[in-house]
Every structure is written in structure tokens, then in C-alpha cells.
């Protein structure tokens, strides 16, 4: 794409390529689907290591979770061995991204470092607010905490340290990161994690989806007594000059301190420093400003 060039206003985030039918396509576009799908796997491979952290995954596991065949996975991690994305646990075998993301990471953070650049953002918010808050993004199937700020007023409980993760779906902080997904890969977070909701007595797939719709109603998420700890948060998604959502920003304070009047507050300071990311971005980018792919949400935001 043009850097030069406004984004497309729809965006279709694992987007298929149409094809009229096996039989009938043209050899070279047999071809051009077939690498597609091959880079496209080699990506869902590694979504699935980065949950993995040190530890690493088998590939029993990686095959169970990206929904490959263990063949299929097998030879993709061959490759991504040979190119350095992804390295071996002498010992216990287990795969594990590799240095080769790193060096990727450090030159995309001369571009854009989500990082530091939310360093000065929740510098802000917690000053403004006096409550905790969060940074975070997605990682496949949970939400990574980047980075977190502790206001004036000490939060008794908070369940999430940098660089822990949560599965997505429970909580405002990662409802804030699935809702803007579309449909479909929404409803592969959710069916994936019912799994971890075994523990969360309030919280169930119907819960999730009905958190959901309300965010993409309102604007953004909301939780209140999640637990019975007497927790509230409000948070929105950050996104990225495609309009994906790829961060979300959390306000965690304690339920008295969370009126319906306070929350519209907070959540227009969110907004604020959210757009305000994505604006950067676009400008370092060379990207104009992309229009929200969904009616109605610019005006929420």
C-alpha cells in the first residue's frame, strides 16, 4: 500500500480471499491463495507461541490451539526455525519464539513504540485521575499488560501486573480489545476461553457477548463488582492507522469512586489519549486519518 494513500474505511482484519471454487480458478490464483494461507498460518503459529512467554508450547499444543493439522504445524515451525522467529528448548523441546522478533521488535520500535509511548500517556492518566491504569494488547487468544500506573488513590486490589497476561474477554480491560474484532473472530476468543471461566461465577459467554454489543453500542467498556471485589473500570480500544484494534487503555479504581457522571469523564479522557496514539501513528506513518469501519462509532469517540 501507498503510504501516501488513505486506508480503505472497511477494514477486514483475517479477511479469506473470495474464490469462485476450487475447480474453476486460474492455476496462478490456486497459487497466489495457496501462499496466502501459508502466511497466514505461519502467523496464527506464532500468535500462539507469544502466549507462551519462556515456556514455550509443544507441538501437540500449538497444533491444538491454531487449529492445524500437526503435520501442518510441524513444517511450519521448520520454517520459521530456519529464519529465527522461532527457537527450541534444548531440553524440554518445547517451541518458543525466537531472536528474530526481537531484532523485528527493536527496528519497528524506531517507527512506533507502543511502550514508550504509553509511558507519557498513563504518566497523564494517573495524574489526571488518581486512579490505576492500564495499557495493554492483545496477544492471540489473551490480553498482554504492557504497562500500568498507580494513582493517589491506592487501588486494594489489582489483579494484573506488567507483563502478565488475562484471557480475553474477562474484564473491561480486554473487552475494550475484542469488541471492535469482527464477528467471527470474536466468537473464537470466546468459545476458546470458556475454557478459563470456570473460576469467574458472574461471568459466561453470553455475558461476554452481551459486554460486547454494549461496548460497541456505547463506545466502550465497562465492569462494575466484577467478582464481588468492589472494583469498577472503564476502558477503549487504541487503534492503529488501519483501524485495528491493537491496544486498549483501562481506568481500575474502587466502586464508590466510579459515579455514572465520573465515568463519562473518564472515558472522554481515554478517548482523548487514545485518539491521540492513533493520530501520532498515522502521522509517523505517512497515513491520513482512517474513517471507523462501523456507523455511528466516530461519533462516540
Given at each position: 500500500m501507498d503510504a501516501t494513500k488513505t486506508p480503505p474505511a472497511h477494514w477486514s482484519y483475517g479477511e479469506k480471499p473470495a474464490l469462485a471454487g476450487a475447480d474453476a480458478a486460474p492455476k496462478a490464483g490456486k497459487a497466489a491463495a495457496e501462499g496466502v494461507q501459508s502466511v497466514r498460518r505461519a502467523v496464527t503459529v506464532l500468535n500462539v507461541l507469544g502466549s507462551f512467554g519462556r515456556t514455550g508450547a509443544s507441538v501437540a499444543k500449538i497444533s491444538q490451539l491454531s487449529q492445524l493439522h500437526k503435520a501442518t504445524a510441524h513444517r511450519i515451525l521448520g520454517a520459521l526455525l530456519g529464519e529465527g522467529l522461532v527457537e527450541q528448548d534444548p531440553s524440554s523441546r518445547n517451541y518458543r519464539l525466537g531472536a528474530r522478533i526481537s531484532v523485528l521488535n527493536a527496528l519497528m520500535g524506531q517507527q512506533f513504540d507502543l511502550r514508550i509511548v504509553g509511558q507519557q500517556v498513563l504518566d497523564r492518566l494517573a495524574e489526571a485521575t488518581g486512579d490505576a491504569i492500564y495499557l495493554g494488547v492483545r496477544t492471540h487468544f489473551d490480553g498482554l499488560c504492557l504497562d500500568l500506573r498507580e494513582g493517589e488513590h491506592k487501588v486494594p486490589v489489582l489483579r494484573l501486573r506488567p507483563n502478565e497476561c488475562w484471557p480475553l474477554g474477562?474484564?473491561?480491560?480486554?473487552?475494550?480489545?475484542?469488541?471492535?474484532?469482527?464477528?467471527?473472530?470474536?466468537?473464537?476468543?470466546?468459545?476458546?476461553?470458556?475454557?478459563?471461566?470456570?473460576?469467574?461465577?458472574?461471568?459466561?459467554?453470553?455475558?461476554?457477548?452481551?459486554?460486547?454489543?454494549?461496548?460497541?453500542?456505547?463506545?466502550?467498556?465497562?465492569?462494575?463488582?466484577?467478582?464481588?471485589?468492589?472494583?469498577?473500570?472503564?476502558?477503549?480500544?487504541?487503534?492503529?492507522?488501519?483501524w485495528r484494534p491493537i491496544a486498549s487503555l483501562c481506568i481500575t479504581t474502587t466502586l464508590e469512586?466510579?459515579?455514572?457522571?465520573?465515568?463519562?469523564?473518564?472515558?472522554?479522557?481515554?478517548?482523548?489519549?487514545?485518539?491521540?496514539?492513533?493520530?501520532?501513528?498515522?502521522?509517523?506513518?505517512?497515513f491520513s486519518r482512517p474513517i471507523t469501519w462501523r456507523k455511528g462509532l466516530a461519533s462516540s469517540i
Open positions: 474477562i474484564g473491561a480491560f480486554s473487552i475494550a480489545l475484542i469488541a471492535f474484532l469482527p464477528d467471527e473472530e470474536v466468537d473464537a476468543i470466546i468459545e476458546h476461553n470458556a475454557r478459563y471461566l470456570g473460576a469467574q461465577r458472574d461471568i459466561t459467554p453470553s455475558y461476554i457477548r452481551q459486554q460486547v454489543d454494549s461496548t460497541r453500542a456505547c463506545g466502550h467498556a465497562a465492569s462494575r463488582n466484577l467478582g464481588n471485589l468492589g472494583m469498577a473500570a472503564v476502558a477503549v480500544p487504541v487503534f492503529d492507522p488501519l469512586r466510579l459515579s455514572a457522571e465520573r465515568e463519562k469523564e473518564l472515558v472522554n479522557l481515554l478517548w482523548a489519549e487514545s485518539r491521540a496514539i492513533t493520530t501520532n501513528w498515522c502521522e509517523l506513518g505517512g
